[in-house]
């Protein structure tokens, strides 16, 4: 099992990371599958703050189908970042996204509503829809162009509105995934969420982003994954640097990490989320991984870096276990 932190749209460190791990040919113009049986998991936060979200989404669709035929598989959980797309928070869009989203809607138009074609076909060809689309990097952003802001704007809210496509596709991923008796998600688990139930959420959740009709319950954003301090995309209990804490609090996330592991059966919990500036590290007596090193040049563009599970000994040929997963 291999797992990559936050990727905040940048395509070049994301097929960096993912060379590394050893599941993407290292050609620059070739998307191909190089990790046999591995399993890939993505923890969230693919969105915001980098120019080339829709390509990297594109890039692990396309990888998740080469996988699969070869008994591996590409997991992805989705983040704050993501809820707040599809809710119509763009505050961290970068003006780079924006122009993604046109180039993108126009593109689609040569496909005629084929949709999964087009979309996984999407990383293979945005690049040179990018040189061709535009003269100077966000050269007609300027403060006074209302009419390309709100195309861009137009654009973005049309693919990720709740119901739309990209809503449709982040709906197909959970915000709390289990392999192999291992938990990955986005901020951390809790005991309540546990409670609460991690099926539950992962059902709220997808039924939220798919969810078109304003009449619907559905449209009401689901408090324990989405918001507040100690949901499942947003708490920092477990990642939060060691520095900034007293040492019981640290204590004490120890015990809740070890309690919320105990109640699902699980061997360890794998975070993004927060930025680690020492690398992957582990954190509550090594109960919890975090894994976000800051790589997307939107964030500390930092080295890139992956999490390994090896020669863990539940694991064998195609006998990976997945469970809540929509």
Known sequence: IVA????????????????MAGVLSAESDCHVWTGGQTVLVQVGDILDRGEDEIAILSLLSSLNVQAKSQGGAVFQ???????????????YVDPGSFDECIRFLEYLEEFDGEWDDAFLNW????????EEYRVSPNGDWLPLNF?????????????????????????????????????FCHGGLLPHHVEYGIERINKEVSN????????????????????????????????Q???????????????IAEQTLKSV???GMVVGHTPQTRGVNCKCDGKVWCIDVGMSYGVLHSRPEVFSLLND??????????SDVQ
Not at 77 to 91: A, C, K, L, S, Y
Not at 213 to 219: I, L, M, V, Y
Not at 241 to 255: K, P, Y
């Open 4 to 19: 990559v932190g936050d990727l905040h749209g940048d395509l070049h460190q994301t097929r960096a990371a993912l060379v």
């Open 77 to 91: 959980v989705n983040g704050n970042h993501e809820t707040m797309n599809v809710e119509g928070d763009f505050r």
């Open 123 to 130: 990383v293979n060809v945005s690049q040179r829809w990018k």
């Open 147 to 183: 009419v390309k802001k709100n195309k861009g704007f137009a654009a973005r809210a049309s693919l990720f509105k709740q119901g739309g496509p990209l809503a449709c596709e982040l709906a197909r991923h959970p915000v709390v995934l289990n392999v192999n008796d291992w938990m």
């Open 208 to 239: 939220w982003m798919q969810c078109s009709n304003e009449d619907s319950d559905d449209t009401n954003l689901p408090f324990m994954a989405t918001r507040g301090y100690d949901s499942v995309v947003w708490t920092r209990l477990y990642s």
């Open 241 to 255: 640097d060691s520095v900034e804490r007293t040492r019981r609090s640290w204590d004490l996330s120890s015990i």
């Open 265 to 267: 059966g699980a061997k």
């Open 313 to 322: 000994k539940d694991l064998g040929q195609n006998n990976f276990l997945v």
